[in-house]
């Protein structure tokens, strides 16, 4: 089965931009979750969707923001953003009938503020 | 913020070596999951061990888990230059939102030399 597709793959914005990144899950998986990955921080979960709702939240600004669809294809918008949201944005899914499975990644977007 | 520590933070060894890395972590948790990722690209899971578990196996690797020490070890045995990556651990915690976050450690670095 196909696995979880982030677009794009690469994107670099400037300053004060918003971007939207977009999520496809594995057909079937309806928990969509949200890290941010950096050099300085490391991994950091960001945010958690289970049928449209945000079930799960971490600790960033609001200008970070989700949401997900009837199809469980999720969305993620940095508004205004900075130099610092520079990073790796990796989606992931799950199966809450299969958790033994752990989740399934995307291969990320790339996202760099200049 | 990271919950969990690895160490070492890199390692280096020869083709069919094992590999040993240590994960601790700080607080109660479901289970406890081993990801491996390729030069900054997408989550690999690789195994997943549930908190009364204390030890699990699949393929090559063995993973441990003491909840009394809050500490886990990967095990890769006979080592492979395609091995090479960085590797994560990550706790799923218990949630007051019914929903599900994976803390990340910091990662350990692993090169099979050939």
């Known amino acids: 089965k196909a696995g979880v597709t982030q677009t794009p793959r690469y994107l670099i914005k400037t300053r004060g931009q918003q971007v939207t990144l977009s999520c496809s899950p594995i057909?079937?998986?309806?928990?969509v979750s949200w890290y941010q990955q950096t050099p300085g921080q490391g991994l950091q979960f960001l945010f958690e969707?289970?049928?449209?709702?945000?079930?799960n939240k971490g600790n960033f600004p609001g200008r970070f923001s989700g949401r997900q669809f009837s199809n469980s294809r999720s969305e993620m918008n940095v508004s205004t953003l900075e130099l610092g949201d520079s990073a790796l944005y990796l989606c992931?899914?799950?199966?809450?009938?299969?958790?033994?499975?752990?989740?399934?990644f995307g291969s990320g977007t790339r996202l760099t503020v200049v | 913020s990271q919950q969990g520590e690895e160490d070492p933070q890199a390692l280096s060894i020869q083709e069919g070596e094992n590999a040993t890395m240590n994960c601790s972590y700080k607080?109660?948790?479901?289970?406890l999951q081993w990801y491996r990722q390729n030069s900054g690209r997408g989550l690999v899971h690789l195994i997943l061990?549930?908190?009364?578990?204390r030890e699990k196996h699949s393929g090559r690797l063995r993973v441990t888990l003491d909840t009394s020490k809050k500490s886990s070890s990967l095990l890769i045995t006979a080592s492979r230059a395609a091995d090479t990556a960085s590797y994560f651990c990550?706790?799923?915690?218990?949630?007051?939102?019914?929903?599900?976050?994976?803390?990340f450690g910091e990662g350990t670095q692993l090169t099979v030399n050939p």
């Open positions: 992931a899914s799950s199966s809450l009938r299969d958790r033994a499975s752990g989740y399934t």
């Open positions: 057909s079937g998986h309806r928990s």
């Open positions: 969707y289970f049928s449209e709702t945000q079930r």
């Open positions: 607080t109660s948790i479901n289970n």
């Open positions: 061990i549930r908190s009364n578990e």
């Open positions: 990550a706790t799923d915690a218990p949630s007051e939102t019914s929903g599900s976050r994976l803390t």
